[in-house]
């Protein structure tokens, strides 16, 4: 990113548009506050900096916003309800309306208030594609290195992480089975997670970004070593829908057709040539030595709002009153926290936003949709660092200025 390209914005814009990218990178540590991680906390430091000409009559009047507030009114009265009425208590109350209220704030503040104001879409996404870049080119510096000399190299300060079963993990040991890089982050789907959104941008976005190639089979590269199951399957279907978009733009569309399904079938035939990914796959589907298996453990906590009372089953037992140790995907989690309605209001949310989108931005909604039933991504971290990639299109020229 050339000096021109960055002056051109204002100091505050740079700074908040980076603090946006890195975002889910600050949510891993814990901050000198008990309680807070290290994101929340720098949100609210900078809440005095920003929040005076952030606030105008206009800032909360988008249909996301409007949508958002619904959403938060209904968390705020069927989790109060579900506290004081309801038979199902898996938590302390005061943690379940700490999360409620965390969940509400950091997307009001960083998403609905601050992003309007100090957020520019291109900006923003000149700092993904570069942060993703570094991050994937490490990850693929840590497999080198792993198999080429067996060591481990870590690219997380796991002293500060704010979950501290990180720190005591037998990474050695596990790497035994399989290796499974992370790059920046705690865990290969976290990484992904990040990652897919810029290699969604540097294969739908504007035509200007330089080496877009080049960096999508860096970021591809980088997803699939990861061993995530759901980073592979990101970058087959990322790519499958790349290729037919572009068979559609030309004229012997039959020809391109087959041309994709023919290059997709070489790489997976390809793909299963190599050990780790061979193991990545078992490890999804295959059950180990307690009966379950990846897939299992995203998809099992459903049987728990299906054993809920009806009346739980239609409004939840409230916001952050999950079972203790028991993985939710984002589907189950909205299901059994929020019942039917909280997980339909949740979709809602994402019409609007559809609606006025990019190409690239669609495609990316679907996505992100598609991820809800594998991953935890009902989150205030989630919401303010996706949202602002979804939801921003004021800047007219962001489609069109060249991408470094």
């Not at 290059?263 to 040539?273: P, S």
């Not at 589907?331 to 994402?350: D, E, K, N």
Request: with cysteine; glycine share 4%; charged share 10%.
């Amino acid at each position: 990113m050339s000096f021109v390209a960055v002056n051109k914005y204002s100091l505050e814009k740079y700074f908040y548009s980076f603090f946006i990218v890195i975002f889910p990178l600050l949510t891993i540590y814990r901050s000198p506050v008990p309680g807070l991680r290290l994101s929340t906390l720098l949100l609210l430091l900078i809440t005095p900096l920003l929040i005076e000409k952030s606030l105008t009559r206009n800032t909360l009047a988008s249909k996301t916003s409007k949508f958002f507030f619904l959403l938060c009114l209904y968390l705020f009265c069927s989790t109060s309800f579900s506290v004081i009425f309801g038979s199902v208590i898996n938590n302390d109350i005061s943690l379940i309306y700490f999360r409620l209220f965390n969940f509400i704030i950091i997307p009001i503040l960083g998403v609905f208030i601050f992003s309007k104001r100090y957020f520019d879409l291109n900006l923003g996404l000149r700092i993904l594609i570069n942060i993703t870049i570094v991050s994937s080119i490490f990850l693929i510096f840590q497999t080198t290195v792993f198999y080429t000399t067996g060591k481990l190299l870590s690219g997380v300060f796991l002293s500060y992480v704010d979950y501290a079963q990180y720190a005591e993990n037998d990474y050695s040991a596990w790497a035994k089975h399989l290796y499974r890089p992370t790059s920046f982050f705690t865990e290969p789907a976290h990484f992904c997670q990040f990652a897919f959104v810029g290699l969604v941008y540097s294969l739908f976005g504007n035509e200007y970004i330089q080496n877009r190639n080049l960096k999508a089979l860096v970021i591809s590269t980088a997803m699939i070593l990861s061993t995530s199951v759901q980073g592979i399957m990101l970058v087959f279907l990322i790519w499958a829908i790349f290729i037919f978009s572009k068979s559609r733009q030309k004229k012997n569309k039959l020809f391109y057709a087959f041309l994709g399904i023919f290059l997709m079938t070489v790489v997976i035939i390809t793909a299963f040539q190599f050990d780790f990914f061979v193991k990545a796959i078992n490890r999804a589907i295959t059950l180990n030595a307690s009966g379950g298996n990846a897939f299992l453990a995203r998809t099992s906590s459903i049987s728990d709002f299906m054993a809920l009372p009806f009346i739980h089953k239609i409004f939840g037992v409230g916001f952050g009153n999950p079972i203790p140790d028991q993985y939710f995907n984002s589907i189950s989690y909205a299901l059994y926290c929020t019942g039917v309605i909280g997980l339909v209001l949740m979709f809602i949310l994402f019409i609007p936003i559809y609606k006025q989108s990019f190409y690239f931005q669609k495609v990316t909604i679907l996505l992100l949709i598609m991820l809800f039933f594998g991953s935890h991504l009902f989150t205030a971290t989630s919401i303010l660092f996706y949202f602002p990639f979804l939801n921003n299109n004021n800047n007219n020229n962001s489609q069109n200025e060249p991408i470094s």
